[in-house]
C-alpha cells in the first residue's frame, strides 16, 4: 500500500519542474507527489516586518522555491523512460542548501 518514494528531481527551476510533472502525467504515471518549498528563511525587516529586502529590486520578486518530484522506488525506470521520450532531463542539485559564499571560494593549496 505505502511505498518509498526517490527523489528525481530537486532544483530552483519552475519552467523544466512543470514540464516534468507534465510529461508524467501525460506518459501515465500515477502516485507521484510534486511541489515545492522556500530554501531559506526570511530575515527580519527593521519594522518587524517579515518582509526580504532582497525582493525590492529592478526586477521584482526573485523565484527562492526549491522545485521536487518524488516517484515510487518501483516506478523510477518507468519515469526515466518518459522523460527520455520527451527528452527531458531530471536533475538533483546538492548544493541547495550550502551558503552561497562558500560555493563561490576556492581553495588555493
Not at 507521484?32 to 525582493?55: I, N, T, W
Request: net charge positive; with cysteine.
Amino acid at each position: 500500500m505505502f511505498e518509498k518514494r526517490t527523489d528525481i528531481y530537486k532544483k530552483k527551476d519552475k519552467e523544466t519542474w512543470a514540464q516534468i510533472k507534465t510529461a508524467l502525467k501525460e506518459g501515465g504515471l500515477t502516485g507521484f507527489k510534486a511541489g515545492h518549498y522556500l530554501q531559506e528563511s526570511v530575515m527580519a525587516g527593521g519594522c518587524g516586518a517579515k518582509l526580504d529586502p532582497r525582493d525590492f529590486g529592478q526586477k521584482g520578486k526573485v523565484d527562492r522555491e526549491v522545485y521536487f518530484i518524488k516517484v515510487k522506488e518501483s516506478d523510477v525506470e518507468k519515469a526515466n523512460e518518459i522523460l527520455l521520450r520527451n527528452g527531458l532531463v531530471a536533475e538533483i542539485d546538492e548544493t541547495l542548501m550550502t551558503d552561497a559564499a562558500l560555493k563561490t571560494k576556492r581553495s588555493y593549496i
